[in-house]
């Protein structure tokens, strides 16, 4: 867990799962093009980025100093013998209104990432 939450207590910690395409493609991204990679949403998500690394993927608003919205932790790769499978993880919701960005964020950081990693 990097300093910006390790002191930080969350509002809730849900189990969940990331689809495998999202697991695979920040893998990629953090082999070929930098690992920690600092990941911005602006097209979609106004001031969010995203900070990836591989223990963590943390949302910050950046308009607010980089304030901590969401982190998916734990990643539970181990036992995982599949490409294709998803994985199992920990979501911390840091705001009271990150519960909104859960279903976009990922989809977002895909595409976002998919065009980085195609030379855009």
């Known amino acids: 867990m990097t300093r910006r939450i390790r002191n930080l207590?969350?509002?809730?910690?849900?189990?969940?799962?990331?689809?495998?395409?999202?697991?695979?493609?920040?893998?990629?991204?953090?082999m070929r093009l930098e690992n920690p990679l600092h990941v911005q949403l602006d097209e979609e998500l106004g001031q969010m980025d995203m900070l990836l690394s591989d223990d963590e993927w943390l949302c910050v608003d950046r308009a607010?100093?980089?304030?901590?919205?969401?982190?998916?932790?734990?990643?539970?790769?181990q036992e995982r013998d599949a490409l294709h499978a998803p994985v199992r993880c920990t979501l911390l919701l840091y705001h009271a209104h990150a519960g909104l960005l859960i279903g976009r964020t990922l989809p977002i950081l895909d595409r976002v990432l998919q065009r980085k990693l195609l030379g855009d």
């Open 9 to 30: 207590a969350p509002l809730r910690s849900l189990p969940k799962t990331v689809k495998a395409q999202y697991y695979n493609r920040v893998r990629l991204a953090l």
């Open 64 to 77: 607010r100093d980089d304030l901590p919205l969401l982190a998916w932790t734990g990643f539970e790769i």
